[in-house]
């Protein structure tokens, strides 16, 4: 196993592409297993999928990737460094991202101030900054305002920025809790179903979103029941079934899998 990096070697995101690879992960709860040994490689410059029937172990398996569960066994590396020892908060300043299976965001802040949310945590500008405004914590939350922007720009709803929640559909809904995923330049970026819950011409708009933040040094992993939507932006696809990777490969490949047509694609004649 590699030595864990410690917490004073936690450093900013750069620019360097680093595949995350998982080894052994074996997670459970008291009696029951959720995931069995996964091992798999995700690499940076593509979009890869991660699916399979409900209860699989997807959401379980993000939960452990960025430190919200702790499996009882396994590696998580980026690049060579071994990740599992770390907070979900170091993960999340090393660039790790994600948005939620549900939509998360606040109803009494704007979308633009949604965004900012995430960047806020991260910046030194923290809660003293809310009671005694100071010129640094002023610059800083004017560049986190710019960032914010440019993320709902990158994903064409910069003019939904001062609306509310509340007054906005649910495929613009998701659209910001990607924007505020992706507004502090991520490099492992984890969407949990981006697509529950939306129509098919939101859908469509969310498949073109996602093609767009493609990068090299991103590594991009999509959780989705949406087929359609899966095998039109996905690279690679990874399915898991009853907490076991079942097979991976191109989209191609994992829909001419009899296995994974059995147990979770399912047969068009049938
Ligand atoms: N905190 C927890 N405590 C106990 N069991 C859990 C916990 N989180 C997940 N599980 C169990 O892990 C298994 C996998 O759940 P998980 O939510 O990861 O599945 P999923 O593949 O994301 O399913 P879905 O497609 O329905 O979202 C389920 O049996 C679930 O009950
Ligand atoms: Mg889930």
């Known amino acids: 196993m590699n030595a864990p ?3 004073e070697h936690v450093e900013p995101p750069h620019n360097v592409a680093h595949a995350l690879t998982v080894r052994n992960l ?3 709860f008291g009696g029951n297993q959720v995931l069995h040994d996964i091992g798999l490689q995700l690499e940076p410059g593509e979009i890869t999928g991660l699916i399979g029937p409900n209860g699989a172990g997807k959401t379980s398996f993000f939960n452990c990737l960025t430190g919200l569960y702790m499996p009882q066994r396994g590696e998580i590396c980026l ?6 020892w770390l907070a979900p908060t170091q993960r999340a ?5 994600r948005s939620f299976q549900h939509v998360a965001l606040c109803p009494e802040l704007t979308v633009a101030e949604n965004v900012m949310v995430g960047l806020d945590r991260q910046s030194n500008a923290g809660w003293l900054d809310a009671f005694l405004p100071l010129a640094g914590g002023r610059k800083e939350r004017g560049r986190n305002r710019e960032l914010a922007v440019n993320a709902l720009e990158r994903l064409g709803i910069a003019d939904v920025a001062k609306s509310y929640p509340s007054d906005l559909p649910p495929g613009v809904l998701r659209l910001a809790e990607i924007a505020r995923a992706i507004a502090g330049s991520p490099r492992v ?3 949990d179903e981006p697509a529950a819950g939306l129509n098919s011409v939101e859908t469509r708009d ?3 979103a ?3 933040l493609r990068a090299p040094d991103l590594v991009l992993v999509v959780v989705e029941h949406d087929m359609d939507l899966i095998m039109d932006v996905c690279d690679t696809i990874h399915v898991l079934n009853v907490g076991r990777l079942l097979a991976s490969g ?3 490949q994992i829909q001419a899998n009899p296995e994974v047509v059995r147990v979770y694609l399912g047969d068009d004649d049938a």
Do not use: M, V
């Not at 690049?79 to 599992?84: A, D, K, P, T, W």
């Not at 300043?93 to 991202?97: C, V």
């Open 26 to 28: 074996s997670l459970s």
């Open 206 to 208: 969310l498949a073109n």
């Open 210 to 212: 996602l093609k767009k």
């Open 79 to 84: 690049g060579s460094e071994n990740l599992i």
């Open 189 to 191: 970026l984890l969407l």
């Open 5 to 7: 990096i410690r917490a």
């Open 250 to 252: 191109s989209p191609g």
């Open 93 to 97: 300043a090393l660039g790790f991202s």
